[in-house]
């Protein structure tokens, strides 16, 4: 009897073991964007964890400076809230625009815009995301895959840093 017990208890931990990742990823410390790269590092202690493929908007080169421009901001941030319930696969947004950003945009009269995320795919995608990567889509945002999207999702806190360059 005790043999049984002891036999089902070790298929039950063995079963929900091999349901966590061989090796998880640890948390990351910060996140790095290189636009020209198009690629979206996660960093701990300085050194690089993991690289992802992104997309950014059609219009990828240069600084955000308005609402509606589709471009991608550069500078540092910080991300500040996840949305498990997003309009795409999940979303990490990113605290744009900080102070600098609304003086910039004040100046100029404009709005500086906003809900800049890191997110995954639309539901109603209508290309795999292998080919949807290979475009810029979004309105300024940084899409990753699905798949991408769930690791970054592990990885990253709300506070943790983001630096996205040129």
């Known amino acids: 009897m005790k043999s ?3 036999r089902q ?3 039950l931990f063995l079963f929900f073991s091999l349901l966590q990742p061989v090796l998880a990823l640890p948390q990351a410390d910060q996140v790095l964007v290189v636009k020209s790269e198009r690629t979206l590092y996660l960093k701990r202690e300085g050194k690089s964890l993991r690289a992802y493929r992104i997309a950014l908007g059609p ?3 240069g600084h955000k400076r308005q609402a509606g421009d589709e471009r991608t901001p550069e500078g540092h941030y910080v991300l500040d809230f996840k949305n498990p ?6 979303s990490i947004r990113i605290s744009y625009p900080n102070l600098q950003d609304r003086f910039r945009a004040q100046s100029l009269g404009v709005s ?3 809900n800049i995320m890191i997110h995954g795919q639309p539901p109603d995608a209508e290309w795999p995301p292998e ?3 290979l475009f810029n889509w979004t309105d300024g945002c940084i899409a990753v895959s699905n798949e991408d999207m ?3 999702w592990q990885a990253v806190s709300v506070g943790t840093p983001i630096e996205i360059r040129p």
């Not at 319930?85 to 999940?90: G, P, V």
């Open 131 to 133: 080919v949807a990567q």
């Open 85 to 90: 319930d997003s309009r795409y696969y999940k």
């Open 112 to 114: 500086p815009g906003g």
């Open 4 to 6: 049984s017990v002891f």
């Open 150 to 152: 769930d690791e970054i």
């Open 9 to 11: 208890f070790c298929t």
């Open 59 to 61: 219009v990828p080169w």
